[in-house]
């Protein structure tokens, strides 16, 4: 039995109202699409193909890797056209699998058993019975309960309305009569759409069984159509994503403002503190403590790391037992060692910090190398930029910067060197003594302060 998958992704989603294509929408920070991809992808089929009309170009240029096909419906005529785009494709497969570009919680669990209990020669649809039925397409049965076809919202009668059966919307379709099913379709309707879903009438016609795949849940089919149902269904993954880290033992405070949008690992005993963001690639050590309020993308953070609240880490890595924050900023390329404090309102960037330093208050340090034990003072800046080239700044071990010191890379400042306060080093610092470049202190006595005249 050889199965193809067709993803249907043309429509332009007029109500999302912007000016990228649905399926490009984000959820959990990936394309909608990309999601229904990865889902197509794990039932390991013949062949994906994927059907673009808006925005197509920019459609595919987000999936510069993917196997699957890519078919052209210059028209978003409905659905039942936009299958007819992907027909050639399909030559040579026994059935076709229909899913949405935007049903992006659709697992590959419920498919596999939607495929496997659909019988090899039958028309399979997915239903649900909902509450709400608004919008969707009802299923129709007959007085033996035999599904005879389905009726699109907008098409239905009063009393058709009143059905809380639903069509989910995925199909799986016997490839040998489906391209006349297909040429018989007719755009009368409401919509003045080419359906999809009256090949289920034109199966009935020709003698095959139609068979209805009930899920008990539908949340995981709802579709997205506009931002509202997007934001739901976002909420809806980032709990699936989290519950699956707590359950491999991630404590948080509050599961509901807790983000990740992307990959997060972790290993044991972490914990997470309200409204944190993982963006991209993170893992998280042993012990891992997240405070409130901070930005973690693609950072990877050792056992013991404290993050305290307000912290923005990005392309970095943290050594174990390290402190970081409150309001710090690593930004890309910078390596923190172990047991290292970075504390608040200090921004570092492409640096690297050794082993036990401290820049405990208020700094930028940027094209950075600097060794164990040295300790920054509060204040204190690497001037990296000449205005043209960057410049580098490496400072030894057991080196102390005294507060508000401006080092001009670039600069080397030997080990065990001490930078007196408010000194502007401009030259090499030898290792040991003090460096300063501060004016002598003098006093004026009995300095009189200007005074206002009497009017
Ligand atoms: C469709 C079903 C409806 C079902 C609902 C479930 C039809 C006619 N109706 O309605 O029965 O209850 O899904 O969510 O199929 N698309 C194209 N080309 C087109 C039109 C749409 O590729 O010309 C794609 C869209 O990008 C989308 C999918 O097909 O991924 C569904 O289209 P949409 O317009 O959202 O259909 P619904 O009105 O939701
Ligand atoms: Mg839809």
Same mark, same amino acid.
């Given at each position: 039995?050889?199965?193809?998958?067709?993803?249907?992704?043309?429509?332009?989603?007029?109500?999302?109202?912007?000016?990228?294509?649905?399926?490009?929408?984000?959820?959990?920070?990936?394309?909608?699409?990309?999601?229904?991809?990865?889902?197509?992808?794990?039932?390991?089929?013949?062949?994906?193909?994927?059907?673009?009309?808006?925005?197509?170009?920019?459609?595919?240029?987000?999936?510069?890797?993917?196997?699957?096909?890519?078919?052209?419906?210059?028209?978003?005529?409905?659905?039942?056209?936009?299958?007819?785009?992907?027909?050639?494709?399909?030559?040579?497969?026994?059935?076709?699998?229909?899913?949405?570009?935007?049903?992006?919680?659709?697992?590959?669990?419920?498919?596999?058993?939607?495929?496997?209990?659909?019988?090899?020669?039958?028309?399979?649809?997915?239903?649900?019975?909902?509450?709400?039925?608004?919008?969707?397409?009802?299923?129709?049965?007959?007085?033996?309960?035999?599904?005879?076809?389905?009726?699109?919202?907008?098409?239905?009668?009063?009393?058709?309305?009143?059905?809380?059966?639903?069509?989910?919307?995925?199909?799986?379709?016997?490839?040998?009569?489906?391209?006349?099913?297909?040429?018989?379709?007719?755009?009368?309707?409401?919509?003045?759409?080419?359906?999809?879903?009256?090949?289920?009438?034109?199966?009935?016609?020709?003698?095959?069984?139609?068979?209805?795949?009930?899920?008990?849940?539908?949340?995981?089919?709802?579709?997205?159509?506009?931002?509202?149902?997007?934001?739901?269904?976002?909420?809806?993954?980032?709990?699936?994503?989290?519950?699956?880290?707590?359950?491999?033992?991630?404590?948080?405070?509050?599961?509901?403002?807790?983000?990740?949008?992307?990959?997060?690992?972790?290993?044991?005993?972490?914990?997470?503190?309200?409204?944190?963001?993982?963006?991209?690639?993170?893992?998280?050590?042993?012990?891992?403590?997240?405070?409130?309020?901070?930005?973690?993308?693609?950072?990877?953070?050792? !056992?013991?790391?404290?993050?305290? *609240?307000?912290?923005?880490?990005? $392309? =970095?890595? #943290? @050594? &174990? /037992?390290?402190? %970081?924050?409150?309001?710090?900023?690593?930004?890309?390329?910078?390596?923190?060692?172990?047991?290292?404090?970075?504390?608040?309102?200090?921004?570092?960037?492409?640096?690297?910090?050794?082993?036990?330093?401290?820049?405990?208050?208020?700094?930028?340090?940027?094209?950075?190398?600097?060794?164990?034990?040295?300790?920054?003072?509060?204040?204190?800046?690497?001037?990296?930029?000449?205005?043209?080239?960057?410049?580098?700044?490496?400072?030894?071990?057991?080196?102390?910067?005294?507060? !508000?010191?401006?080092?001009?890379? *670039?600069?080397?400042?030997?080990? $065990? =060197?001490? #930078? @007196? &306060? /408010?000194?502007? %080093?401009?030259?090499?610092?030898?290792?040991?003594?003090?460096?300063?470049?501060?004016?002598?202190?003098?006093?004026?006595?009995?300095?009189?302060?200007?005074?206002?005249?009497?009017?």
């Amino acid at each position: 039995m050889l199965t193809d998958i067709v993803i249907l992704a043309a429509g332009q989603g007029t109500r999302m109202h912007s000016a990228l294509p649905k399926v490009l929408q984000p959820l959990g920070g990936k394309p909608m699409l990309a999601h229904v991809l990865t889902t197509a992808t794990d039932l390991a089929v013949r062949r994906i193909h994927i059907v673009v009309g808006f925005g197509g170009d920019a459609v595919q240029a987000a999936f510069p890797d993917t196997q699957a096909s890519w078919w052209i419906q210059a028209q978003q005529l409905g659905t039942g056209d936009a299958l007819k785009s992907a027909l050639p494709g399909l030559t040579g497969a026994d059935r076709v699998l229909v899913l949405y570009g935007d049903v992006p919680l659709l697992t590959a669990a419920t498919l596999r058993e939607f495929l496997q209990q659909t019988p090899v020669t039958a028309l399979g649809l997915t239903t649900a019975s909902v509450s709400e039925p608004h919008g969707y397409g009802r299923i129709l049965r007959d007085a033996d309960g035999q599904v005879q076809g389905i009726r699109e919202h907008k098409d239905c009668q009063t009393d058709e309305q009143a059905i809380c059966e639903i069509n989910l919307g995925m199909m799986v379709l016997p490839v040998q009569p489906l391209a006349g099913w297909l040429q018989g379709l007719s755009a009368r309707n409401a919509q003045g759409e080419i359906y999809l879903t009256d090949v289920v009438a034109a199966a009935r016609a020709d003698g095959y069984v139609v068979w209805p795949f009930t899920l008990a849940d539908a949340t995981e089919a709802l579709g997205v159509n506009d931002p509202v149902q997007l934001a739901i269904l976002e909420r809806v993954f980032q709990r699936q994503q989290l519950r699956a880290l707590q359950m491999q033992g991630l404590r948080v405070a509050d599961p509901a403002r807790v983000d990740i949008r992307g990959e997060l690992t972790c290993g044991q005993d972490c914990w997470v503190d309200p409204n944190v963001l993982f963006v991209g690639k993170v893992h998280l050590g042993h012990r891992v403590r997240v405070g409130a309020g901070a930005v973690l993308q693609d950072a990877q953070i050792g !056992d013991d790391v404290e993050i305290l *609240p307000y912290s923005l880490i990005e $392309g =970095a890595q #943290i @050594g &174990a /037992g390290a402190r %970081i924050g409150p309001f710090a900023r690593i930004r890309p390329g910078t390596e923190i060692g172990e047991a290292a404090h970075i504390g608040n309102y200090v921004e570092v960037k492409a640096a690297k910090i050794g082993a036990g330093s401290k820049a405990n208050h208020l700094s930028y340090l940027g094209d950075a190398e600097i060794g164990t034990g040295v300790n920054v003072g509060a204040g204190t800046i690497t001037c990296n930029y000449d205005g043209v080239h960057k410049h580098r700044t490496i400072i030894g071990n057991d080196v102390f910067i005294g507060s !508000d010191s401006q080092l001009v890379a *670039p600069v080397n400042i030997g080990d $065990g =060197a001490t #930078i @007196g &306060a /408010g000194s502007t %080093i401009t030259k090499e610092v030898p290792p040991g003594g003090l460096t300063l470049s501060r004016s002598p202190q003098r006093t004026i006595p009995h300095w009189q302060r200007p005074r206002r005249d009497k009017k």
